[in-house]
């Protein structure tokens, strides 16, 4: 069993950078791909980013690509998401979620946290 808890959201300014930390519990996390996803206001859960379990690839979504980072820490069990270059469609609330498989859909991710928010104002 995985348990995934995101946290690190809050509102910051247009341009201005945030860091998402996801923690993790379960000896399975670390041999896990790990994809963060996003729900902006009135839309769907869209992919931004993931990576596989040994770290070594990555996948992102073209509106984040060259903004956004993700990365992960064997030893505290958890990944994170640094985003810098903030623009106000990045507001939503982000979801870690632990798969199967490296990918970009919902059906692929097996755990799910529970969410946090963040929001870039001008």
């Known amino acids: 069993q995985v348990q995934l808890v995101e946290s690190g959201g809050g509102l910051v300014q247009a341009g201005g950078t945030l860091t998402l930390s996801c923690a993790a519990s379960?000896?399975?996390?670390?041999?896990?791909?790990v994809g963060w996803f996003r729900q902006r206001p009135g839309m769907e859960r869209e992919f931004v980013a993931a990576i596989s379990w040994s770290g070594g690839s990555t996948n992102y979504a073209d509106s984040v690509k060259g903004r956004f980072t993700i990365s992960r820490d064997y030893a505290k069990n958890t990944v994170y998401l640094q985003m810098n270059s903030l623009k106000f469609e990045d507001t939503a609330v982000y979801y870690c979620?632990?798969?199967?498989?490296?990918?970009?859909?919902?059906?692929?991710?097996?755990?799910w946290g529970q969410g946090t928010q963040v929001t870039v104002s001008s």
């Open positions: 979620a632990a798969g199967k498989a490296l990918g970009r859909i919902q059906e692929e991710y097996d755990y």
């Open positions: 379960g000896r399975t996390f670390n041999s896990r791909p």
